[in-house]
């Protein structure tokens, strides 16, 4: 009878335990809307990020100093490294008073759009009122209006030509005389000169015209003049329904020119060059390219040559050239190609010292390289194992580069940026930010100093003014303030083995403010796999990014498996032709931490993501659909033959083959066990939502249950009310679904 007995209150001991794990409060709820952006920044948490406005003489730096009780607007001149207050902070609040006739307190003064005219003048805005400051004087004064300029035209340097376009040809004016030269004659609609097509250009109606553009770029001596050619003679649109119109009763028909992988009826974009004194027009004989790998044009500082960068479809190979003008001489000075592709090249030109920089990961790692213009030769100034993440800035006068790198420092974080500088020849390799932080950098215009905001999501943000020929810290323009933010610990870097049992894979982890280790918690994921991008949280401003879903119950994760970008070539390789693969590594990681935390409970994990983070959150519960329970997917592109053509042709490959059909989400969708909601904007231009539509089609043809969710008004980013709702709507689908609790509506948002 004992044991019966004890063997019922264990029964009640677990039962009233469970009952209380899967109830949840409005404190619950006020928790996680505190950790909203806009409640905590600069509202509970300060200084997360010290944002810094160059004089554009470099003689000085301003910024905001936020605390519990204060914005303080400091300024910094510069060589005197003198430290005062930008302006007399309750004089402007009294003359701002008078001026917009209401209270402004000085401690909280709700500048916008300030901007540094002279040691005197400063222009601001406030309620939509557009001031100039004398900070001298303390005085308003209304700006002057100047004259607007015209986009439809584009004045020469030397101010002597004026160009535009008529009737799809290109015209330039003299702006002395009057006297009009047309350059082009061939021009006509859907084949048209000076133009460009806009990522966002919608057209409205069965026969609405697309937005016009124009855009030419002058040579630096006024001679010459670069302008594309947009072909969109055979170039296919794709629509949008509208019905969120209030005074429509019909939907609003709406399209855009965007091609599909491995599509030939797109726009193609053709270099042409004009003399503008004889008036003749030049092309380059190279094959034609689309919208989505056009050439890129610079300008050589020797007049009458340029220089052009083409890519192939499919990013496997790319060339660059220097192009004369005059003789019409086009000379190959690099090319590379790759087995996959070749992802975020980016070049600098120093033609006095005849020599172009690049960065490339041709050698299994993204590194630095030379190539000397006049013979071709090519120098690698860096070698290692780790990651150049951006060239930052390039001075000429001391032949020096500087640049980000990652995982160059031994037993450091591989993610956290430092910044360095070496010599044009490749010498004097120097690390200017040794702190074991991510840093984040930005240059006065002189290149003679740099703001540095340095943290991680352990250690809150240190914001210094640098030197930029040795790194040494100048002065410390500020630091991050928690002292508001009670009972939050930050949250925990982790470490895992990949699939291939080598690789050490990093993730971060975020517990509850109110965590209790004799609980189980379900693990809730945000993932976005995209590989031209990594979502480790490097820096303290990121620390506080998941904590809202934390605070409803869950432990939240994140995690950069095999084929995410700024680790190795081969790294990052893993992904190609397989988009879907790296959750395979988010699932073991998730595992890993199951076995060393006794309150992960891996039997109830979810998973949420946007975009391509949306194809993840699809994928998750498809392609594991016994180990992911819950997903929700916003605005995903779950079938890659639908997406824009650029990014699936890059990480997919071209032509298009039958790995599309593999990683589809929608092929797969007889295999959904759990709870999937699909979420789309009703007009998203950049993932067009038929695929999700059509991903809903292949469950109902499966006859799996799942959830929608369209927001009629919204394109890729959910704004407003449609944001917060959308947010609401997430955040209950977990609590209900993968937490167990009867989730709560109506609690206050601020």
Known sequence: ?????????????????????????????????????????????????????????????????????????????????????????????????????????????????????????????????????????????????????????????????????????????????????????????????????????????ENGERPAHFGVDWSENSEWISANICDLRSAQKM???????????????????????????MIYVEPVFFNIISGKEIKVDLPACTHINSIDVTWSETPGKVYLKRTSRGYKNLWIYSFDLNTGHLDTLYSESCETNIDNFTFNFAEKSDLLFFLSEKSGWRQLYSLNLKTKKENALTQGNYYINSVVKVD????????????????????????????FNGENLTLLTPE????????????????????????????????????????????????????????????????????????????????DSTMRYPVLEYSYTGPHTHVFPKDFASAFRLQSYAELGFVVVVVDGLGSSGRSKEFHDYSYKNL????????????????????????????????????????????????????VASSGDHDHRMEKAWWPEMYMGWPVDSAYHLQSNITMAANLKGKLLIVHGGIDENVNPSASFKLAEALIKADKQFDMLILPSQRHGYTGQHQKYFTKTRWNYFVKHLRGAEPLWDFDWK
């Open 1 to 205: 009878m004992k044991k019966i007995t004890l063997a019922v209150l264990c029964i009640v001991f677990i039962s009233n335990v469970l009952f209380a794990q899967n109830q949840i409060t409005k404190e619950d709820y006020n928790r996680a809307v505190s950790f909203l952006y806009s409640n905590y920044n600069n509202e509970i948490v300060f200084n997360t990020y010290i944002h810094p406005d160059w004089f554009p003489d470099s003689t000085g730096i301003w910024y905001i100093d936020y605390s519990p009780d204060s914005k303080v607007y400091y300024k910094v001149l510069l060589p005197q490294l003198v430290k005062s207050e930008l302006f007399d902070h309750q004089k402007l609040s009294e003359i701002l008073s008078d001026s917009i006739n209401e209270d402004v307190e000085a401690n909280d003064l709700p500048l916008n759009n300030i901007e540094y005219i002279s040691p005197d003048e400063m222009a601001l805005s406030v309620k939509n009122r557009n001031f100039i400051l004398n900070t001298k004087t303390c005085t308003l004064s209304s700006p002057k209006e100047s004259p607007k300029e015209n986009s439809d035209e584009s004045l020469s340097p030397d101010k002597k030509w004026i160009a535009y376009t008529d009737d799809y040809n290109l015209f330039a004016k003299s702006a002395e005389t009057g006297e009009i030269k047309q350059l082009s004659t061939s021009g006509r609609k859907g084949y048209e000169y000076a133009t460009w097509v806009g990522w966002a250009d919608i057209i409205e109606g």
């Open 239 to 265: 629509y949008l329904l509208d019905w969120s119109i209030d005074s429509l009763y019909r939907p609003k028909l709406l399209s855009y020119y965007r091609g599909s992988p491995g599509d030939t009826a």
């Open 396 to 423: 000429h006068e001391n032949e020096k580069i500087f640049f980000m790198a990652s995982g160059k420092e031994k037993g450091r974080n591989p993610y956290y940026q430092h910044l360095y500088s070496i010599s």
């Open 436 to 515: 074991d932080k991510h840093h984040t950098i930005d240059f006065s215009t002189d290149g003679k100093y740099f703001a540095d905001n340095y943290s991680t999501i352990n250690d809150p943000t240190v914001t210094v003014l640098r030197s930029a020929a040795s790194g040494d810290i100048l002065m410390e323009l500020g630091h991050a303030d928690i002292s508001m933010l009670k009972g939050w610990s930050s949250p925990e870097i982790f470490t895992a083995t990949a699939r291939d049992g080598e690789t050490t894979i990093y993730g971060a982890l975020w517990k509850p403010t109110n965590f």
């Open 580 to 631: 879907g693969g790296n959750l395979e590594d988010h699932v073991l990681a998730i595992k890993q931490l199951g076995d060393k935390y006794h309150w992960i409970d891996t039997g109830r994990v979810g998973i949420f993501g946007h975009s391509a983070g949306g194809y993840d959150a699809g994928h998750a519960v498809l392609a594991y659909p016994d180990f992911y329970k819950v997903a």
